[in-house]
């Protein structure tokens, strides 16, 4: 599933791209993709609508219009590319939003698990997301968060309603980086691990952004211009199992917690606690 850096490399390229155009024509060939809304009236919400902004909440996009706002939820596998209309469409095409100028916004979802919706200003469940993890200033703020907080690391870590946009990708590499293992309790961390904790998620994140996010084997995940990102070249952990850990060289370890895969170095993340010293 598409995380934050997949997600803001898609809205950054789509404000940039969409920003000021007006939606001239809309197909929907998929009911579950729409499935909040009957198939006439969410073409009536949208047609002649302009697009003012391109935002993000934690993992879904959301193009503020100038009456309410489309959110689309990438779910699995889907697919926002930008098209001519003359082309083509792929295998799994669900919606088209046609656009002043020529372009095409096309919702691609093999597997159907994504969404589009149309909400008020209010933005319905959006609102009760929790806080951004690049919109956290400080170690003190994380720390204050995870303060009362019991539950194990990695499930705080891709609370949705904790921190918004993190995934099973991004809790590992972070974990990793801050030496710290998936099962912690988080109200059992010292200061010096929140401040670890604090700069490997910015870190992370940001350079998952940088790289444009994380293609995996599939290459389900593509950007706007159909593109795949280059992060998993920099994967420490996740997907690496029995490869050597880049840092100590012992062989990366898969465990399941909660039904999902979750990678670590066993020497680097111990489950002893072990001191690595403020300057990391």
């Known amino acids: 599933m598409p ?3 997949e997600v803001e490399t898609i809205r950054r390229d789509l404000d940039r791209e969409l920003s000021g155009r007006v939606i001239e024509r809309v197909v929907s060939e998929g009911a579950r993709s729409i499935r909040r809304h009957d198939p006439v009236e969410f073409v009536c ?8 902004t391109v935002d993000r909440r934690g993992k879904y996009l959301v193009f503020h219009l100038d009456e309410g706002a ?4 990438l779910g699995m596998s889907g697919q926002l590319l930008l098209a001519s209309p003359e082309l083509s469409l792929a295998r799994h095409t669900h919606v088209v939003l046609g656009f002043s100028g020529d372009r095409d916004l096309r919702f691609v979802d093999p597997r159907t698990f994504g969404e589009a919706f149309v909400s008020g200003p209010e933005l319905g469940e959006l609102s009760r997301l929790g806080v951004d993890p690049l919109s956290v200033v400080s170690a003190s703020q994380l720390g204050s968060m995870l303060a009362a907080r019991t539950t194990k690391l990695k499930p705080l870590l891709m609370d949705q309603h904790f921190l918004a946009g ?26 010096t691990e929140v401040r670890r904790l604090y700069r490997a998620m910015v870190s992370i994140l940001e350079a998952g952004i ?22 998993q070249n920099h994967h420490q952990v996740y997907a690496r199992e029995g490869k050597p850990c880049r840092r100590c060289h012992q ?12 990678f670590l170095c066993p020497r680097c993340q111990p489950a002893i606690l072990r001191d690595f010293g403020s300057s990391r």
């Open 45 to 52: 919400r949208l047609l002649g609508r302009t697009v003012v």
């Open 3 to 5: 995380e934050l850096p």
């Open 166 to 191: 993190i995934g099973n990708i991004y809790s590992d590499e972070i974990l990793f980086t801050a030496h710290l293992r998936y099962d912690r309790s988080a109200a059992t961390l010292t200061p």
């Open 210 to 231: 940088e790289h444009r996010g994380s293609s995996l084997s599939d290459e389900q995940y593509r950007d706007v211009f159909g593109v795949t990102g280059s992060h």
């Open 251 to 262: 062989p990366i370890i898969r465990v399941k917690l909660g039904g999902r895969s979750t």
């Open 70 to 73: 489309l959110v689309i939820h």
